[in-house]
Nanobody, 124 residues
Framework: QVQLAESGGGMVQAGGSLRLACTASGRTFRNFAMGWFRQAPGKERVFVAAINWSHNYTRYADSVKGRFSISRDNAKNTVYLQMNSLKPEDTAVYFC?????????????????YGRGTQVTVSS
């Protein structure tokens, strides 16, 4: 059974930083892409960032490029999202995600496992 567990959310002032972590279990972590989505109050869940299974390709939503960085540690079965220069519009519940099939990059919301989410609140 695949499980994704997020941590690291919290409250921060605008301009501050947070690092989210997601630990996966239930399958061979290194064979699967990992990513992050977020859902702001009253809005749909949207893509934030993703990293492929072999560490050599990442992609970001335009809204976070240059501010957020995704990385992974296969020895710890963990993916990270470093968030810098946070803005109030980054306030959302952040969800860890991973495709159901190995070696596929995350391209949309369909076909992924998701964690329960962690709240990030950025005050102005």
């Amino acid at each position: 059974q695949v499980q994704l567990a997020e941590s690291g959310g919290g409250m921060v002032q605008a301009g501050g930083s947070l690092r989210l972590a997601c630990t996966a279990s239930g399958r061979t972590f290194r064979n699967f892409a990992m990513g992050w989505f977020r859902q702001a109050p009253g809005k749909e869940r949207v893509f934030v960032a993703a990293i492929n299974w072999s560490h050599n390709y990442t992609r970001y939503a335009d809204s976070v490029k240059g501010r957020f960085s995704i990385s992974r540690d296969n020895a710890k079965n963990t993916v990270y999202l470093q968030m810098n220069s946070l803005k109030p519009e980054d306030t959302a519940v952040y969800f860890c995600a991973s495709p159901a099939r190995p070696y596929l990059m995350i391209t949309n919301q369909v076909g992924n496992y998701y964690g329960r989410g962690t709240q990030v609140t950025v005050s102005s």
